[in-house]
């Protein structure tokens, strides 16, 4: 899965914002806002990564557990999902 090219990630007045363009602007009206671990998370998903590669990813830069690495994850792809920022391969 990596992000759809439909939304883009930027940082104004230090927050991260992902904003719509093109066809999701139209169906998805809102920003969202997102914490240094979203981000994070959002940059790897230039490339495809599945949950439990996220999950590794954010133990190797955070000191997390595993398994709460990959609930974050797993939480934070379902938002994803649920906006259409997400393409599943």
Known sequence: MKV??????????????????G????NFNGL???NGVGRFIFDLLAEEHTAQELADHVCGEYDVPKETAL????EFLQ????????IEA
């Open 4 to 21: 759809s090219k439909e939304f883009i990630l930027r940082e104004i007045a230090g927050e991260n914002i992902l904003v719509p363009i």
């Open 23 to 26: 066809t999701a602007a139209a």
């Open 32 to 34: 969202i806002s997102m």
């Open 71 to 74: 609930k974050d994850v797993e």
């Open 79 to 86: 938002q994803l999902r649920e906006i259409g920022a997400l």
